[in-house]
């Protein structure tokens, strides 16, 4: 689904002469997208970060502390654009998405469209159902679930 995503972490580490250690730290994360024209879901990359560095055999945690360093700057960057999101407010909140969701599949499928089963997800056939209603509506087609859709469902 478009509102999960997987944050993942890459260490790579290279035994080098002299005692010492190579290494590549990467973070990503991976979120699951689909374009307009191709409402299949692909996981895409959509924020990343990464580091190279050379350490001594006696200062292996350095590699630990890059880690802990790129996990920030994400939490950092996560925070910036979504300042609403707190811990423990995760489950709550993932509960009235689903709500949420079910109730425009609901009205989706009452005007007429194919949301798929009215789970709560937002799948490939309830995106396409969206594109339809925005489509007919004469809404900007976005696939999303903007406020001009959302007025015109007679959700707020």
């Known amino acids: 689904p478009p509102d999960i995503a997987f944050v993942a972490v890459y260490v790579t580490t290279l035994r080098h002469t002299g005692g010492l250690y190579a290494y590549a730290v990467d973070l990503a994360v991976y979120q699951a ?3 307009l024209r191709d409402p299949t879901p692909r996981s895409l990359t959509t924020w990343a970060v990464g580091s190279i560095g050379l350490v001594e055999a ?10 802990s360093q790129h996990v920030d700057q994400f939490i950092q960057a996560y925070r910036a654009v ?5 811990a423990g407010h995760g489950r709550a909140a993932a509960a009235a998405a ?4 079910r109730q425009v599949q609901e009205r989706l ?3 007429g469209f194919s949301p798929g089963p009215l789970d709560g997800r937002f799948g490939p056939q309830t995106r ?3 594109w339809q ?4 509506k004469g809404l900007e087609v976005t696939g999303t ?3 001009q859709t959302l007025e015109t469902l007679h959700l707020r």
């Open 133 to 136: 209603y925005q489509q007919r």
């Open 58 to 67: 006696s200062d292996l945690r350095a590699i630990l502390t890059s880690v």
């Open 98 to 101: 689903r709500a949420r969701m």
């Open 109 to 111: 499928q009452a005007a």
């Open 82 to 86: 979504n300042p609403r999101a707190r």
């Open 33 to 35: 997208a689909g374009l």
């Open 128 to 130: 396409a159902a969206l």
């Open 145 to 147: 679930l903007d406020k």
